[in-house]
């Protein structure tokens, strides 16, 4: 009884917590790099992971503290306009890469791979806090 009593007391007070400063501040990174990532997996012809990344990007934004979901709407569509831009720029503009633009392209990919998974757990722990 004791414990069903705590859990019931601790409720509101987890559900009033909110992010901390330093957790907005990794949000607002991740949103302002966020059109170089999605652009990156766009040229990295990974559609799956730009999916996922656009979908937490996309729910990050509608739980973070004081934003207007038309203003997201129009972020988003802004960033996802900025990746296409910038998915069309890399290897792909290239008439014919050499060996080594393709290995520099093997290179980057691998990276920015790496850093958009790094970013969406980023941005699922905030969504779940």
Not at 3 to 15: D, F, G, N, S, W
Not at 31 to 39: A, K, T
Not at 51 to 75: M, N, Q
Not at 101 to 111: A, G, I, P, Y
């Amino acid at each position: 009884m004791k414990r069903l009593m705590c859990a019931v007391l601790l409720v509101p007070l987890i559900a009033v917590a909110g992010p901390s400063k330093k957790e907005k501040e990794e949000i607002a990174s991740i949103v302002e790099r966020s059109g170089q990532n999605l652009g990156g997996l766009i040229e990295c012809d990974r559609p799956d992971l730009r999916d996922e990344y656009v979908g937490s990007l996309r729910d990050a934004l509608s739980v973070y503290p004081g934003t207007d979901p038309v203003k997201v709407r129009a972020l988003l569509r802004r960033v996802e306009e900025q990746g296409e831009t910038i998915g069309r720029l890399g290897i792909k503009s290239i008439p014919s890469p050499t060996a080594e633009d393709l290995e520099r392209q093997k290179s980057l990919c691998k990276s920015q791979i790496l850093e958009a998974k790094r970013d969406r757990r980023a941005l699922d722990n905030f969504i779940l806090k």
